[in-house]
């Protein structure tokens, strides 16, 4: 795997796609790497909300969940603002997606 594997995270909700797929949302609360609170996952919701539906083009077509790694961000590796997130399939085949924003 070429990420942080996600260990543990938070449920936050479904999401309806323009296509009228539903996928699930979440939030990391541990990886390989670092932990964080419930509390902190949850504020991630909103923008997440709103980045998966604007960027389904970019999610594998059998995505059932999207679990965001980091929030809004950008990076020298994509200077977009964007979340790095988890794409899952039914299987929990992983797939790192990032996920474009407007910026904040």
Known sequence: ????????KKFLGTVL???GKLINISAA?????????????EKV??????????NEHVLPPDTVEVCAREG??????DK?????????NGTGKAQTVHLATQKK
């Not at 919701?45 to 604007?54: C, F, G, S, T, Y």
Request: no cysteine; glycine share 0%; hydrophobic share 40%.
């Open 17 to 19: 796609t323009s296509s």
């Open 45 to 54: 919701k909103p923008d997440l909300e709103e980045a998966v539906p604007a």
């Open 72 to 77: 809004v961000h950008s990076s020298a590796s």
């Open 80 to 88: 977009r603002s964007h979340i790095t997130a988890v794409a899952y």
């Open 1 to 8: 795997m070429s990420f942080n594997r996600v260990i543990a």
């Open 29 to 41: 609360t541990e990886t390989d790497t670092w932990r964080r609170p419930d509390w902190a996952a």
